[in-house]
């Protein structure tokens, strides 16, 4: 079910305009469900677009709480957000916030394919650092990387 946005004015509808937002932010939360409850954690990250579908990578250690939640329920959550801007007022109740954000859902796994791994290792650099690298085969075995298939997302800012 999907909840009409309260504030609609600010949505960002445009798949593209929210496709740059991902473009200048740098950390994803993503919200995972295990056996202790719900578990939120910031990830830097790397991401394509393939057939018009959002698809978000991250590296982890090869194991822990996040992968063992992963494997016990892939559905997450995910929120980004950035340009982050005080904005002044006279009055108390009149100081706002600008920024912008996405919040979505979709389906995580681990990449097993190693050149697969190469490549989201390559887009998550690409991302953080505006370079490009290559990773050797043997470089992308010591972690593991998640695939995030986004299936539903929506954005908000105010500028």
Known sequence: ???????????IVRFEEMIEVVSRCRVCRIGLRDEEGPYILPLNFGYEVEDGQLILYFHSAKEGR????????PLVAFEMDGAHRLLPAEEPCGWGYAYECLT??????????????????????RCQTGREFTFTQQQAEAVAVIRLRVQRMTGKARR
Not at 1 to 11: C, F, K
Not at 66 to 73: E, G, T, V
Not at 106 to 124: N, T, Y
């Open 104 to 125: 979505g859902t979709g389906i995580a796994q681990l990449v097993e394919d190693p050149q697969e791994k190469c490549r989201a290792l390559a887009l998550l650099m």
């Open 1 to 11: 079910m999907a909840y009409p946005m309260r504030r609609a004015e600010r949505a």
């Open 66 to 73: 996040k992968l063992r939640a992963l494997a016990a329920d």
